[in-house]
T-cell receptor, first 109, second 114 residues
Framework: AQRVTQPEKLLSVFKGAPVELKCNYS??????LFWYVQYSRQRLQLLLR??SRESIKGFTADLNKGETSFHLKKPFAQEEDSAMYYC???????????FGGGTRVLVKP | EAQVTQNPRYLITVTGKKLTVTCSQN?????MSWYRQDPGLGLRQIYY???????DKGDVPEGYKVSRKEKRNFPLILESPSPNQTSLYFC?????????????FGPGTRLTVL
Protein backbone atom coordinates (compact mmCIF):
# COMPACT_ATOMS: atom_id res chain seq x y z
CA ALA A 1 0.00 0.00 0.00
CA GLN A 2 1.20 3.49 -0.71
CA ARG A 3 1.32 6.13 1.99
CA VAL A 4 2.31 9.80 2.25
CA THR A 5 3.15 11.49 5.54
CA GLN A 6 3.44 15.22 6.18
CA PRO A 7 4.57 15.51 9.81
CA GLU A 8 3.88 19.23 10.21
CA LYS A 9 0.28 20.37 10.32
CA LEU A 10 1.24 24.03 10.59
CA LEU A 11 4.35 25.99 9.67
CA SER A 12 4.56 29.64 10.65
CA VAL A 13 7.46 31.70 9.27
CA PHE A 14 8.30 35.34 8.79
CA LYS A 15 8.46 36.93 5.36
CA GLY A 16 11.91 36.50 3.86
CA ALA A 17 12.75 33.45 5.97
CA PRO A 18 13.35 30.03 4.43
CA VAL A 19 10.57 27.48 4.57
CA GLU A 20 10.75 23.71 4.23
CA LEU A 21 7.75 21.39 4.16
CA LYS A 22 8.51 17.78 4.87
CA CYS A 23 7.03 14.88 2.95
CA ASN A 24 7.86 11.21 3.43
CA TYR A 25 6.39 8.38 1.43
CA SER A 26 6.06 4.65 1.53
CA UNK A 27 5.79 2.80 -1.77
CA UNK A 28 7.46 -0.34 -3.05
CA UNK A 29 7.41 0.59 -6.73
CA UNK A 30 8.58 3.58 -8.73
CA UNK A 31 6.68 6.62 -7.43
CA UNK A 32 5.77 9.85 -9.09
CA LEU A 33 5.66 12.65 -6.52
CA PHE A 34 3.77 15.93 -6.62
CA TRP A 35 3.10 19.00 -4.52
CA TYR A 36 -0.38 20.49 -4.74
CA VAL A 37 -1.37 23.82 -3.19
CA GLN A 38 -4.67 25.35 -2.16
CA TYR A 39 -4.71 29.12 -1.68
CA SER A 40 -7.57 30.72 0.23
CA ARG A 41 -10.81 30.61 -1.78
CA GLN A 42 -9.11 28.90 -4.71
CA ARG A 43 -9.16 25.37 -6.04
CA LEU A 44 -6.50 22.82 -5.32
CA GLN A 45 -3.86 23.10 -8.02
CA LEU A 46 -0.57 21.52 -8.99
CA LEU A 47 2.51 23.34 -7.74
CA LEU A 48 5.22 21.05 -9.05
CA ARG A 49 6.11 17.45 -9.85
CA UNK A 50 9.44 15.80 -9.32
CA UNK A 51 9.89 14.55 -12.86
CA SER A 52 9.85 18.05 -14.31
CA ARG A 53 12.67 19.16 -11.99
CA GLU A 54 11.65 22.79 -12.28
CA SER A 55 11.24 25.62 -9.81
CA ILE A 56 7.75 27.07 -9.53
CA LYS A 57 7.14 30.34 -7.65
CA GLY A 58 10.60 29.91 -6.13
CA PHE A 59 9.77 26.47 -4.73
CA THR A 60 11.86 23.38 -5.39
CA ALA A 61 11.53 19.79 -4.29
CA ASP A 62 14.06 16.99 -4.51
CA LEU A 63 13.16 13.34 -4.54
CA ASN A 64 15.41 11.39 -2.20
CA LYS A 65 14.74 7.71 -2.82
CA GLY A 66 17.14 6.62 -0.09
CA GLU A 67 15.24 8.56 2.55
CA THR A 68 11.89 8.21 0.72
CA SER A 69 11.35 11.93 1.00
CA PHE A 70 10.17 14.75 -1.25
CA HIS A 71 10.57 17.90 0.83
CA LEU A 72 9.43 21.25 -0.55
CA LYS A 73 11.69 24.26 -0.05
CA LYS A 74 11.75 27.97 -0.68
CA PRO A 75 14.67 30.15 0.38
CA PHE A 76 12.68 33.35 0.96
CA ALA A 77 9.02 32.99 1.87
CA GLN A 78 6.51 35.60 0.72
CA GLU A 79 3.13 36.46 2.24
CA GLU A 80 1.38 35.13 -0.86
CA ASP A 81 2.84 31.69 -0.10
CA SER A 82 0.39 31.34 2.77
CA ALA A 83 -1.72 28.33 1.80
CA MET A 84 -2.40 24.66 2.40
CA TYR A 85 0.18 22.36 0.80
CA TYR A 86 -0.31 18.69 0.00
CA CYS A 87 2.29 16.16 -1.01
CA UNK A 88 0.93 13.43 -3.29
CA UNK A 89 2.15 10.16 -4.76
CA UNK A 90 0.97 8.39 -7.89
CA UNK A 91 1.46 4.66 -8.24
CA UNK A 92 3.34 2.98 -11.09
CA UNK A 93 0.10 2.03 -12.82
CA UNK A 94 -0.80 5.70 -12.92
CA UNK A 95 -4.36 5.28 -11.76
CA UNK A 96 -4.21 6.27 -8.09
CA UNK A 97 -3.16 9.42 -6.29
CA UNK A 98 -2.47 9.33 -2.56
CA PHE A 99 -2.27 12.57 -0.59
CA GLY A 100 -0.60 13.41 2.67
CA GLY A 101 -2.51 15.10 5.48
CA GLY A 102 -1.43 18.57 4.39
CA THR A 103 0.65 21.37 5.92
CA ARG A 104 -0.75 24.82 6.45
CA VAL A 105 1.86 27.52 5.85
CA LEU A 106 1.42 30.95 7.38
CA VAL A 107 3.86 33.64 6.31
CA LYS A 108 3.83 36.57 8.70
CA PRO A 109 4.81 40.09 7.64
CA GLU B 1 -13.58 28.35 -19.69
CA ALA B 2 -11.93 24.97 -19.11
CA GLN B 3 -13.03 23.70 -15.74
CA VAL B 4 -14.48 21.03 -13.50
CA THR B 5 -17.90 21.79 -12.05
CA GLN B 6 -19.66 20.15 -9.12
CA ASN B 7 -23.23 20.40 -7.92
CA PRO B 8 -24.48 21.07 -5.39
CA ARG B 9 -21.79 23.05 -3.61
CA TYR B 10 -23.43 22.60 -0.22
CA LEU B 11 -25.83 19.92 0.93
CA ILE B 12 -27.40 19.04 4.26
CA THR B 13 -29.32 15.80 4.32
CA VAL B 14 -30.50 13.10 6.69
CA THR B 15 -29.31 9.55 7.23
CA GLY B 16 -30.53 7.13 4.59
CA LYS B 17 -31.75 9.62 2.01
CA LYS B 18 -30.15 8.81 -1.32
CA LEU B 19 -28.23 11.63 -2.96
CA THR B 20 -26.10 12.29 -6.01
CA VAL B 21 -23.30 14.80 -6.40
CA THR B 22 -22.65 15.63 -10.02
CA CYS B 23 -19.27 16.30 -11.57
CA SER B 24 -18.69 17.53 -15.09
CA GLN B 25 -15.58 18.55 -17.05
CA ASN B 26 -15.33 20.27 -20.41
CA UNK B 27 -11.70 19.45 -21.21
CA UNK B 28 -12.24 16.07 -22.89
CA UNK B 29 -10.27 14.40 -20.11
CA UNK B 30 -10.06 10.61 -19.98
CA UNK B 31 -9.43 10.31 -16.24
CA MET B 32 -11.81 11.43 -13.48
CA SER B 33 -11.71 10.84 -9.76
CA TRP B 34 -13.52 11.57 -6.51
CA TYR B 35 -11.83 12.45 -3.22
CA ARG B 36 -13.04 13.26 0.25
CA GLN B 37 -11.17 15.70 2.45
CA ASP B 38 -11.25 15.39 6.21
CA PRO B 39 -9.22 17.41 8.74
CA GLY B 40 -5.82 15.90 9.35
CA LEU B 41 -6.37 13.15 6.79
CA GLY B 42 -5.82 15.14 3.62
CA LEU B 43 -7.62 13.94 0.51
CA ARG B 44 -8.51 10.29 0.18
CA GLN B 45 -9.48 8.76 -3.13
CA ILE B 46 -12.97 7.25 -3.27
CA TYR B 47 -13.33 6.05 -6.87
CA TYR B 48 -11.67 6.78 -10.16
CA UNK B 49 -12.39 6.25 -13.83
CA UNK B 50 -9.78 5.79 -16.53
CA UNK B 51 -12.36 6.16 -19.32
CA UNK B 52 -16.03 5.77 -20.19
CA UNK B 53 -17.54 2.66 -18.56
CA UNK B 54 -14.25 1.98 -16.73
CA UNK B 55 -14.37 2.66 -13.00
CA ASP B 56 -12.48 1.28 -10.03
CA LYS B 57 -12.23 1.64 -6.28
CA GLY B 58 -9.90 4.03 -4.57
CA ASP B 59 -8.86 3.82 -0.94
CA VAL B 60 -12.22 4.56 0.71
CA PRO B 61 -15.01 3.30 -1.59
CA GLU B 62 -17.39 1.91 1.07
CA GLY B 63 -20.80 3.56 0.96
CA TYR B 64 -20.29 5.16 -2.45
CA LYS B 65 -21.11 4.35 -6.04
CA VAL B 66 -20.09 5.98 -9.30
CA SER B 67 -20.87 5.68 -12.97
CA ARG B 68 -19.18 6.92 -16.13
CA LYS B 69 -21.65 6.73 -18.97
CA GLU B 70 -20.30 9.79 -20.74
CA LYS B 71 -16.78 11.13 -20.89
CA ARG B 72 -17.63 14.49 -19.34
CA ASN B 73 -19.70 13.33 -16.35
CA PHE B 74 -18.76 11.33 -13.28
CA PRO B 75 -21.51 11.43 -10.62
CA LEU B 76 -20.95 10.27 -7.05
CA ILE B 77 -23.89 8.41 -5.53
CA LEU B 78 -24.55 7.84 -1.86
CA GLU B 79 -27.33 5.24 -1.72
CA SER B 80 -27.82 5.46 2.05
CA PRO B 81 -25.75 8.28 3.51
CA SER B 82 -24.53 8.04 7.09
CA PRO B 83 -23.06 10.73 9.41
CA ASN B 84 -19.52 9.41 8.85
CA GLN B 85 -19.85 10.52 5.24
CA THR B 86 -20.05 14.14 6.33
CA SER B 87 -17.08 15.62 4.51
CA LEU B 88 -15.80 17.92 1.79
CA TYR B 89 -15.84 16.17 -1.57
CA PHE B 90 -13.69 17.01 -4.58
CA CYS B 91 -13.96 15.81 -8.14
CA UNK B 92 -10.88 15.97 -10.36
CA UNK B 93 -10.00 15.21 -13.95
CA UNK B 94 -6.90 14.90 -16.08
CA UNK B 95 -5.98 14.06 -19.64
CA UNK B 96 -4.57 10.70 -18.60
CA UNK B 97 -3.99 9.19 -15.15
CA UNK B 98 -2.57 11.25 -12.27
CA UNK B 99 0.96 10.03 -12.92
CA UNK B 100 1.02 11.59 -16.36
CA UNK B 101 -0.02 15.10 -15.51
CA UNK B 102 -1.89 17.67 -13.51
CA UNK B 103 -5.20 16.86 -11.88
CA UNK B 104 -7.76 19.67 -12.30
CA PHE B 105 -10.00 19.98 -9.29
CA GLY B 106 -13.57 21.10 -8.87
CA PRO B 107 -14.61 23.67 -6.25
CA GLY B 108 -15.73 21.07 -3.73
CA THR B 109 -19.07 19.96 -2.28
CA ARG B 110 -19.59 20.26 1.44
CA LEU B 111 -21.91 17.49 2.60
CA THR B 112 -23.46 17.21 6.03
CA VAL B 113 -25.38 14.07 6.94
CA LEU B 114 -27.51 14.42 10.06
Amino acid sequence: AQRVTQPEKLLSVFKGAPVELKCNYSYSGSPELFWYVQYSRQRLQLLLRHISRESIKGFTADLNKGETSFHLKKPFAQEEDSAMYYCALSNAAGNKLTFGGGTRVLVKP
Amino acid sequence: EAQVTQNPRYLITVTGKKLTVTCSQNMNHEYMSWYRQDPGLGLRQIYYSMNVEVTDKGDVPEGYKVSRKEKRNFPLILESPSPNQTSLYFCASSLAGPRMGEQFFGPGTRLTVL
